[in-house]
């Protein structure tokens, strides 16, 4: 459409230049053939159809011309039709440019928008109003309205729903003391299954395979709470909830083992793995990196495979949530650059060559 006017205008010129050499006998007996064409026309065809670029190039020849004469041509349109096409477009152009520039009220300034946005962050329990009022003891005169306007475009909710503490707010907030906990199961060569129970520390993501068992009872269970409890003493963790779903397999003992140290038991909703998210995602790479890759024998087999799978984790596996760093592992200083000419990386297997991790060498 917007390369139709060009054609358009420039085919009308070039027919323009045509008319030149022709004398007026020859024009006269052309203008008279084209008028029996359109009358023809006009009687086959209602009521034509007419894009912007045709309507602008056919007022465009007849602006100059006078009203009584242009009354008489035969077009395929009225005359008064072309003379309103020009009266819209002197009134398009007339609104355009009294329209201002920026229409409606002067946006808020950048600063106050921020002081806003800071002041509900800082004091959740806050409403509109009352962070309003907040400005004009400041100083900043500015409208209830305008507040309330700056918090909805930010997507900040009203004061009574801020106030509600959400599931991911809490993770976030007591990460360091957050330790989940899931069964897993897994096949052995015999057909036998197998179930693990593990857990991870939300704040270092590291993880502690704590038992494999053919029969998850509630004393073997029981037992390895005991067996948790006295190792989260002895690294000094801080652990004051313990996720877990609510599977059947967790005996009322275990939350009392945990209760005794101070541990309380925060059960998931009913089938919302989501909200054990971070010990659901460890399984998925736990099978994804080990047990689709390797054949389980039996009870002993697993148990070895997932303690080297478990050391691989803790001290080598980077993760996102540190930065790349591993769990027992911080991030090394940063390699100088005249050393990196020269990389000796070595490669160290573990199970055979399932797992691999790189390190310098000596």
Not at 117 to 127: A, H, I, Y
Not at 148 to 166: M, N, Q, V
Not at 271 to 278: D, F, G, K, L, T
Not at 289 to 317: G, K, M, P, S, V
Request: proline share 6%.
């Amino acid at each position: 459409m917007l390369l139709r006017l060009p054609y358009l205008a420039l085919s009308t010129a070039l027919s323009f230049l045509r008319l030149f050499p022709m004398g007026d006998r020859a024009k006269d007996l052309e203008i008279l053939a084209l008028r029996h064409q359109l009358a023809v026309l006009q009687r086959q065809v209602d009521k034509p159809q007419l894009t912007w670029p045709d309507r602008a190039l056919l007022a465009a020849p007849l602006h100059r011309l006078p009203r009584v004469q242009l009354r008489k041509l035969h077009l395929i349109v009225s005359p008064d039709t072309v003379l309103r096409w020009h009266r819209d477009l002197l009134r398009r152009r007339h609104a355009k440019a009294s329209r201002p520039k920026h229409p409606g009220r002067p946006r808020t300034v950048r600063s106050i928008r921020a002081l806003v946005l800071r002041l509900v962050q800082e004091n959740p329990e806050w409403g509109y109003r009352r962070v309003h009022g907040e400005l004009a003891a400041l100083g900043i005169k500015v409208a209830a309205s305008t507040v309330w306007s700056i918090l909805k475009e930010h997507g900040i909710p009203p004061a009574p729903d801020r106030e509600h503490t959400t599931w991911a707010a809490f993770l976030r907030s007591q990460a360091n003391a957050i330790l989940a906990a899931d069964f897993f199961e897994t096949k052995t060569l015999t057909g036998a299954t197998l179930t693990v129970l593990a857990v991870i520390e939300h704040a270092t993501r590291r993880v502690r395979i704590l038992g494999v068992t053919a029969h998850p009872t509630a004393t073997w269970v029981t037992q390895l709470a005991r067996n948790l409890v006295v190792d989260i003493q002895d690294t000094g963790a801080k652990i004051k909830y313990l996720i877990r779903d609510r599977d059947v397999r967790y005996p009322a003992g275990l939350d009392t083992v945990l209760a005794d140290e101070g541990i309380e038991t925060v059960q998931t909703g009913v089938r919302m793995p989501r909200m054990n998210a971070i010990m659901e995602r460890w399984i998925r790479s736990c099978r994804t990196e080990l047990l689709d890759r390797t054949l389980i024998w039996d009870q002993t087999h697993l148990l070895h495979a997932l303690r080297e799978y478990e050391a691989f984790h803790n001290e080598h596996r980077p993760h996102r949530a540190l930065a790349g760093a591993a769990p027992l592992h911080p991030l090394p200083e940063p390699i100088e650059s005249d050393r990196l000419v020269h990389l000796n990386v070595r490669r160290r297997d573990r199970l055979g060559g399932i797992l691999h991790e790189y390190q310098h060498a000596a």
